[in-house]
């Protein structure tokens, strides 16, 4: 059994990549003629300093962390699922339809049968996915990408055509009825009980992965396929499972950001939450409280980005540049070691401690 | 005048000590034998010597110069090769791109021609009978090693480093390695090989070091030395190596195995039953169905033709897990691809084949406690020398690992065992361990399939022994009806002249 003391050297180790990636970024910012001081205290400021920023970081997480916590359900079982985006299209766009489809039910039952609906969709594009993986053997990212491209356009032919909102100038749906939708935390925030549920998945993983045969299996095919054939696990169904749990997680996230924040299906409302969740689910380690870590520290540095253009005048790109030196010096353990170490040579070169 | 010497070697892994303070000559142009048990530190010393592992203490002098190896580059330039136990080759390569793989001749354009000449001619001199057009994917385990050693000859090594180098081949393979090494010894090579096995030892060596806890213990000349001397010393306690089998009447058929067609070259379907408390060896060079015939009783592979009966019913086609329920114990013969999940903990390691029974997981959810007390209790049972159950698999020594195999299998309290080639790789304490363990079990009025490439396990272990050869059964008879001889006609393919001999 792990105990907290042993995640702490991980723990000081991404903080460690934290502190570089301001430092380094802080100098492109003066080359480039900006004020790093002035930059990352708005940064910090947009992120953290009022209840409502605050809650803007919390809201711009919650798409994170399934994505995050969907990667690396793939992850265990030793496969790559680029698919989360098409999956979370595919799953958002079923549980508006059910949602749409069952106006004036009630929302006790509207709520779960629309949720679940979306996750179904997602679960079966990512067990599909799974199958031709095993069955044709072609590698899973290849048939993941061509299936991103379809789920996405085929979302977008039903909002620019059959489902189009009446009246509307974008490509989108009708307003979902507000009883199906995500409670707000906080009034004029974004900030919904979508939060709660993402911590409930999160629990539910670790728990899946330390506790559950399916779990075991899964991880098992992921280390040594071999062995778990040989040990009685049905490869071809456990990899479809993996697969399928990680699109089934994966659509959560769309679900969550259409009844959370648009209110509706909108042609392309992802910025590539599918794609970042990858380098969430690597950064925190494929441990789901590490992803929630880590969904929470891109969802404040999004949230700070807009704050820093504004205040200190600094393109809101700059965040980007920041996020991915976080990723690079996590993802690089001996480049951070590395740097820790000639820094501490030096100083006791020069005698300080 | 040794040609090598290491002083004093000290190397440390954080706080175990791998070699203490080992001093290690070999001469020019002999054959010396580093002989200890699995953990003795044979690898770690002559891993120091070529190079991927720098000692804490001592100093290593060749031709009387202090000399500083830190790579594999270094220990090349100086005239010192390794061939590993794990190959180390391109898979989609061909002999020759692998030879000279890193040391090619030419300069912007490799020189094929003049390559090929240079490891054609090595190849000659030794007697290697390698294609080296073929793809390495394509060779036995025999060939690869051949590409190995070529290899290191390719590079200039005067000395060769052989780490077990008959762990991974089949006896007739052995021998003719054996003779090579000889071969070479007369072209003027120096010989190292690491190994474990006695019989190799006093075959081919001229002088033989035995380390033990990774002390040394001495070095000796062969010629004056004995088998049982060698084993005392390596083992540090005096040991028997014959067993106590004890005459014993069996039970009812456990296994049934009806008409099966093991290769689909193979002339005639395979019978045999297995009944309770006897062993039922299993015998044939390597590749002759043996592999098919585990994967078929697990049922790994599907049983197209005759059918498979535990206890009286029929298995063919239940699938793995199924047969997995009924309790069937089972060693696979590459326990490390098939056996272990290597990154994850002893405690997840050993719900791998018991995650399909109602005692480890209840409704789907794995009951830890159980799991970690019955594993905990198996290990110590069958000595798994382990710190903590939440160490990773790999941190296990080879012999360990197999150990833990060994407990996790026969801890199921299995009806059937299949076990394929459990002392592959082990030392003489462990191999003791693992005869003893499954004449145990046989006591206990088990079913044990034993196939196995040690012939000597086969004769003192079994009552009944088949010949596999081609994917036929080419006779059943007890184990007291064969000679050495016989059998290996019968390995061969051939039925021995004699009238009398019938076979089933």
């Known amino acids: 059994m792990k105990r907290i ?3 702490l050297p991980g723990i000081l180790y991404a903080f460690a990549a934290i502190v570089l990636a301001i430092l380094v970024s802080s100098g492109i910012m003066l080359l480039i003629g900006n004020d790093p001081l002035l930059a990352f205290t708005a940064l910090f400021d947009g992120a953290f300093g009022s209840v409502n920023s605050l809650a803007n970081t919390l809201s711009m997480s919650i798409p994170l962390m399934f994505t995050g916590l969907a990667f690396s359900y793939a992850m265990k079982g030793g496969l790559f699922n680029i698919g989360g985006e098409g999956q979370l299209y595919i799953g958002a766009f079923a549980s508006t339809v059910v949602a749409l489809a069952l106006q004036g039910a009630p929302a006790v039952i509207v709520m779960p049968l629309a949720i679940l609906s979306g996750m179904l969709a997602g679960g079966l594009l990512g067990g599909f996915i799974g199958l031709i993986k095993v069955k044709l053997r072609v590698h899973e990212v290849i048939v993941a990408i061509m299936f991103n491209y379809i789920a996405m356009l085929l979302t977008s032919y039903f909002v620019n055509g059959p489902l189009l909102a009446e009246g509307s100038m974008t490509p989108q749906t009708e307003r979902i009825p507000d009883a199906f939708l995500f409670t707000r935390i906080l009034p004029r925030t974004q900030l919904t009980t979508a939060l709660y549920l993402g911590l409930v998945v999160a629990v539910a993983t670790y728990f899946f992965f330390k506790k559950t045969r399916i779990g075991y299996n899964i991880r098992a095919v992921g280390e040594n396929p071999t062995a778990a054939k040989v ?28 009844f959370g924040k648009h209110d509706r299906f909108i042609d392309g409302f992802s910025p590539g939450f599918g794609f970042t969740g990858i380098a969430v689910a690597v950064l925190g380690n494929n441990n789901p409280f590490g992803i929630i870590a880590t969904a929470l520290l891109f969802g404040a540095l999004n949230s700070g980005a807009l704050r820093m253009s504004h205040a200190a005048g600094i393109s809101s790109s700059m965040v980007m540049v920041v996020q991915g030196l976080v ?8 480049i951070t070691r590395g740097i820790f170490k000639a820094v501490r040579v030096r100083r006791l070169a020069h005698g300080k401690p | 005048m040794p040609s090598i010497e290491m002083r004093g070697i000290t190397k440390r892994f954080s706080n175990v000590v791998a070699n203490d303070e080992v001093t290690f000559c070999v001469s020019q142009g002999e054959i010396h034998s580093l002989l200890g048990e699995n953990g003795a530190g044979k690898s770690t010393l002559m891993k120091v010597l070529f190079g991927l592992y ?25 005239g010192i090769g390794m061939v590993h136990q794990h190959f180390m080759l391109v898979n989609n390569m061909s002999v020759l791109e692998n030879i000279i793989l890193g040391n090619e001749q030419g300069n912007v354009v490799i020189d094929k021609q003049k390559n090929r000449e240079i490891v054609q001619r090595l190849s000659a001199l030794y007697n290697f009978e390698v294609d080296l057009d073929a793809k390495i994917s394509s060779l036995s385990v025999g060939m690869k090693q051949r590409v190995e050693i070529l290899k290191t000859l390719y590079r200039g090594a005067e000395m060769i480093i052989f780490d077990e180098p008959t762990a991974v081949l089949t006896p007739l393979e052995s021998s003719q390695l054996l003779a090579m090494l000889t071969d070479m010894k007369k072209q003027g090579k120096t010989i190292v090989f690491i190994t474990h096995k006695l019989g190799e030892t006093m075959a081919v060596s001229d002088k033989v070091t035995v380390l033990r806890g990774g002390k ?19 083992v540090g306690r005096e040991i028997t190596f014959d067993i106590d089998k004890k005459t014993k009447q069996t039970g009812e058929v456990v296994l049934s195995v009806q008409g099966v067609k093991l290769m689909p070259n193979s002339q005639s379907t395979c019978s045999f039953d297995i009944r309770a408390g006897e062993v039922f060896g299993v015998a044939g060079v390597d590749g002759n169905g043996q592999q098919e015939l585990e994967e078929v009783v697990m049922g790994l592979t599907g049983c197209k033709t005759g059918r498979i009966l535990l206890n009286g019913k029929e298995i063919s086609s239940m699938s793995v897990a199924a047969r997995r329920k009924l309790k069937i114990g089972y060693i696979p013969s590459d326990r490390f691809k098939q056996a272990i999940l290597p990154r994850y903990n002893l405690t997840d390691n050993y719900l791998l084949g018991n995650q399909f029974s109602d005692d480890f997981v209840k409704r789907g959810i794995v009951s830890h406690k159980f799991l970690k007390k019955r594993a905990g209790e198996q290990m110590k049972g069958f000595d798994v020398r382990f710190a903590d159950d939440g160490q990773s698999m790999n941190s296990l020594s080879g012999g360990n690992q197999q150990k833990f195999v060994l407990s996790r299998e026969v801890g199921k309290n299995p009806a059937l065992i299949v076990a394929c080639q459990p002392v592959r790789g082990l030392d003489i304490n462990a191999i003791q361990f693992v005869r003893n363990t499954l004449l145990e079990l046989r006591e206990r009025n088990k079913a044990i399939l034993l196939i196995s490439a040690e012939l000597s396990d086969l004769f003192q272990l079994s009552d009944r022994i088949g010949v596999l050869y081609k994917g036929d059964l080419m006779a059943v008879r007890p184990a007291e009806q064969y000679t050495n001889e016989s059998i290996s006609l019968l390995m061969a393919g051939r039925e021995a002249g004699d009238a009398d001999e019938t076979d089933r």
């Open chain 1, 327 to 334: 990723i690079l010096f996590v993802a690089t353990p001996a």
């Open chain 2, 54 to 78: 720098k000692q804490d203490e001592g100093e290593i002098i060749i031709d009387g110069r202090r000399v500083d190896i830190r790579s594999p580059r270094d220990a090349y330039h100086l």
């Open chain 2, 216 to 234: 040394l213990v001495g070095t000796l000349d062969t010629a004056s030395t004995t088998p049982e001397e060698l084993a005392r010393l390596m």
């Open chain 1, 231 to 258: 040990s009685g696990v049905n490869i071809t169904a456990t990899t479809m499972l993996a697969m399928g749990l990680s699109g089934s997680v994966a659509a959560l996230a769309g679900i969550t950001e259409v």
């Open chain 1, 5 to 7: 003391a042993d995640y």
